[in-house]
């Protein structure tokens, strides 16, 4: 088995973990329905990606879980436009 021939320096090592932290994750907000998304991705609240629907999030929803979002969509756009 290889053996290291010198230790390596606090700098070294430092050097080599500065690369391993994890970083904080950008967040943007949602246009649409105003809540914290994944830059690049689409918002799983509303379906919504660049100004389109792209999935249709009230459809397996049941009947009661569908108002309360309707609503909540409703109620962000109306704070929007005020
Ligand atoms: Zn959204």
């Not at 970083?23 to 830059?39: D, G």
């Not at 929803?61 to 409703?74: G, H, N």
């Amino acid at each position: 088995m290889a053996v290291p021939r010198h230790s390596h320096t606090r700098g070294k090592v430092g050097r080599s973990r500065m690369h391993k932290y994890i970083k904080n994750v950008q967040l943007n907000v949602c246009p649409k329905c105003k809540k914290p998304i994944l830059s690049h991705t689409v918002c799983l609240n509303c379906g919504h990606y660049k100004g389109t629907e792209v999935i249709n999030v009230l459809g397996k929803l049941t009947k009661k879980d569908k108002k309360a979002r309707e609503k909540e969509i409703k109620d962000v756009e109306k704070s929007d436009t005020k």
